[in-house]
């Protein structure tokens, strides 16, 4: 590639950006990827954390664009664990003879478009700058963490962790009192492991998250044969779904149904485990009466597995279920049960200060050696506005999405010609499975360089007006749902200061459907041109 010009920078190599980076070059382009990790994998390679796994099926979370690939792949478990992930983004990396085209630990610090040339000059961490056509944020939704200024953390003695960004050797925990903050997915994976290794565990929750559980089990090479041998027509079933997965999503509405009818519904898809749970019945997400069933459903299995009544009252939410993603457990209530597990409820005491020596919270001060910050991401606008990104005319994409995210398709931003996201917000990205939705973004975008690159034309940007609607219509959607009536990322609300904006697209067919016909008329709401 050297003293070739760049037809495109993919910033990430995830499983976005490998797969751009494979896609674009088999067109024949000149293209460079960046990442600030030292090895493929995006979230495989930076979160670590004890218990971190998929919370999608490994037959599922898996690329598609290959027949061979996923023919050949062998799963271990019924949902993957990070460490096994890895290995597969690794393989896949190997396969298609990807890294010679990635630059490793380094981070792209600023991209902004040259008018007069009509390409973009990406600066990296090194101080170095590459001109390119085409930009292509692969970047990932949840991958700048969010670590909240908490008073006196500068004067805590002992060693801090962020879920996120966890070391790459591993942490012991034998021997020390360890507290972690937050109980989302993270935490909910991570709290059951630490709490077997630290003589004590404290468990600072502001809000309880609802967790089903994942019936883990070993994958049976009998079903994953079967899988295989059915790959094409389960992949297009899933594609059917809302959310892209293949769990099945009950036609009937619990308000329909008896009670008695609910219960059963609900004890079949707690016993198959993982987040089909949510797909008991169709209005789940639509009827706040129905959510409640599932709600009290699910708090009744933590009432009967959580011995002590105030401790299964505290875990206990209130929320609606499936507004904060839901999560997928192994052993989480149950581990509550245990003598050297302390739930504090931040919420009713909050957090004032860390001290040296530990967490003060509500009046009381809990010692411990190591914290663990398992307090999520700042989610779909963090990695890109941590670029400094400028578009046509110098526009930052911080001043342009000051009072939240606007983009068209979630793939292309107004103002901002020659890029592109992927999986950006406005696209169903976090509400899908995201391999697969990973595919269908770069599928875009590549036939989107190929549509211009067939007519001699360098440059597509999308129109004002058609970003206008889209935004418009992907609000209009989240507000036919239960979605915006909770604090989650989803919204921006774990972030101080970030604006509440509903951030993914509700719905994988009507969103597949519109990128297939914007292409088709020619890119629709896009200018093309020389
Ligand atoms: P998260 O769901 O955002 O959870 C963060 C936790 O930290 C919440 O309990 C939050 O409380 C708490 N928190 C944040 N700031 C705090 C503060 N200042 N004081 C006290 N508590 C605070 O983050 P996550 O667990 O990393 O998960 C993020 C997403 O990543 C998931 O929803 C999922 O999409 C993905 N993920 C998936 C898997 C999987 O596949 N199994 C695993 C991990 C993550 P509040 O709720 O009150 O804000």
Request: hydrophobic share 40%.
């Amino acid at each position: 590639m050297v003293g070739r010009e760049l037809d495109a920078v993919v910033v990430g190599a995830g499983f976005a950006g490998m797969y751009m980076l494979h896609r674009l070059r088999g067109m024949g382009l000149a293209v460079r990827v960046f990442e600030a990790g030292g090895e493929v994998g995006g979230t495989w390679y930076w979160n670590r954390y004890p218990g971190a796994r998929c919370d999608v099926e490994s037959v599922e979370y898996s690329y598609q664009f290959s027949d061979e690939l996923q023919q050949e792949w062998v799963w271990s478990e019924r949902y993957a664990t990070q460490p096994e992930i890895l290995r597969y983004a690794n393989h896949v990396a190997d396969r298609f003879d990807l890294r010679r085209d990635i630059q490793f630990d380094t981070r792209v610090t600023a991209a902004s478009f040259d008018e007069a040339a009509g390409r973009w000059r990406i600066a990296t961490g090194d101080g170095a700058e590459v001109s390119a056509a085409f930009c292509i944020m692969a970047t990932g939704c949840l991958s700048s963490p969010n670590r909240p200024q908490f008073k006196g953390l500068e004067r805590f003695q002992g060693a801090t962790y962020q879920t996120g960004d966890w070391p790459h050797e591993g942490v012991d925990f034998t021997g020390l009192r360890v507290g972690v903050i937050g109980t989302g997915s993270s935490a909910i994976q991570a709290i059951p492991l630490i709490a077997q290794q630290a003589p004590h565990l404290f468990v600072f929750q502001r809000t309880p998250n609802y967790a089903v559980p994942a019936q883990n089990a070993p994958l049976d090479p009998e079903v994953q044969r079967k899988v295989k041998a059915n790959y094409a027509a389960l992949r297009a079933r899933a594609k059917e779904g809302r959310t892209g997965l293949l769990y099945p999503i009950n036609p009937l509405p619990a308000s329909a149904v008896s009670a008695v009818e609910q219960e059963r519904e609900y004890q079949a898809r707690w016993e198959r485990g993982g987040l089909g749970f949510i797909g008991s019945f169709v209005d789940l997400l639509v009827d706040r009466r129905s959510n409640e069933s599932a709600a009290e459903f699910i708090r009744g299995k933590i009432r009967a597995v959580v011995r002590d009544p105030a401790v299964a009252d505290a875990l206990s939410p209130r929320s609606v279920v499936g507004c904060k993603r839901l999560c997928v457990d192994i052993g989480y209530y149950e581990t509550f049960n245990r003598a050297n597990v302390t739930l504090i409820d931040v919420n009713r005491s909050p957090i004032e200060e860390i001290v040296a020596g530990g967490v003060r919270a509500g009046g009381d001060e809990y010692q411990v050696d190591a914290l663990v910050f398992a307090t999520g991401f700042d989610a779909m606008t963090g990695a890109l506005l941590r670029i400094d990104i400028r578009g046509a005319g110098g526009r930052t994409l911080k001043e342009k999405w000051a009072a939240g995210p606007r983009t068209y398709l979630g793939v292309a931003i107004a103002g901002f010609p020659n890029l592109f996201t992927i999986t950006g917000p406005g696209s169903p990205s976090v509400l899908s499975n995201m391999l697969p939705s990973i595919e269908q973004h770069v599928e875009w975008i590549a036939d989107a360089i190929g549509h211009l690159r067939a007519r001699g034309l360098g440059r597509i940007e999308a129109t004002g007006e058609a970003e206008q609607r889209w935004v418009a219509h992907v609000n209009e959607v989240a507000n036919g749902t239960l979605f915006p009536s909770c604090n989650s990322w989803y919204i921006g609300a774990n972030v101080p200061g970030k604006p509440r904006v509903f951030m993914p697209y509700i719905g994988v067919p009507p969103y597949v459907q519109k990128c297939n016909e914007v292409a088709a008329n020619g890119y629709e709401g896009f200018a093309l041109s020389a």
